[in-house]
T-cell receptor
């Protein structure tokens, strides 16, 4: 089934630990995004990638890094997790980034708790 | 900068009644506007979008939204609510002049509760 998969589904992590959230899409979309969802704040963009090999910073990039080695995968890494990074993380993708009106498709999310 | 406001944290409506979920936006240029729905423990699902043309946009599950440029609003509507419409709804905007990130800015979300 075409779509976006995220792993893990949920994770409890000790502060200071390194963690990589995985995201894979099979729709051959050029653009991919990472958002975090926090109560009362909606979704905030962490990092984005308009095409394989390029990445950019969103609204809340501090403490996170991404890479885009190929079209399908867009992992998000927390180098040293802190409790304020407790959130639900969503990966999204979109076709044709030059046409900005295309909707984004979202993965099921990863619920991360940092203690 | 672009921004979205959803002034209501929660909207309650009886099944069979019409519903409205409000959204206002701010962009430098012309907006691309979207509505998404999120069911518990799920990702966001696309409902509808406004790009250009007719101000009334029809989307999935009987939802529609009306673009009002003078009021900078994009309210989501449905003529007859269903219990199964109960979910979290997000409005989002992208400024057509944003040629960099090309990402959406989301509102804080409105929880719709439809009572049987």
């Amino acid at each position: 089934i075409a779509g976006i998969t995220q792993a893990p589904t949920s994770q409890i992590l000790a502060a200071g630990r390194r963690m990589t959230l995985r995201c894979t899409q099979d729709m051959r979309h050029n653009a991919m995004y990472w958002y975090r969802q926090d109560l009362g704040l909606g979704l905030r963009l962490i990092h984005y990638s308009n095409t394989a090999g390029t990445t950019g910073k969103g609204e809340v990039p501090d403490g996170y890094s991404v890479s885009r080695a190929n079209t399908d995968d867009f992992p998000l890494t927390l180098a040293s997790a802190v409790p304020s990074q407790t959130s639900v993380y969503f990966c999204a993708s979109s076709p044709f980034p030059l046409a900005g009106y295309n909707e984004q498709f979202f993965g099921p999310g990863t619920r991360l708790t940092v203690l | 900068a672009q921004s979205v406001a959803q002034p209501e944290d929660q909207v309650n409506v009886a099944e069979g009644n019409p519903l409205t979920v409000k959204c206002t936006y701010s962009v430098s240029g012309n907006p691309y506007l979207f509505w998404y729905v999120q069911y518990p423990n799920r990702g966001l699902q696309f409902l509808l979008k406004y790009i250009t043309g007719d101000n009334l946009v029809k989307g999935s599950y009987g939802f529609e939204a009306e673009f009002n440029k003078s009021q900078t609003s994009f309210h989501l509507k449905k003529p007859s609510a269903l219990v199964s419409d109960s979910a979290l709804y997000f409005c989002a905007v992208r400024d057509m002049f944003d040629t960099g990130r090309r990402a959406l800015t989301f509102g804080s979300g409105t929880r719709l509760q439809v009572q049987p």
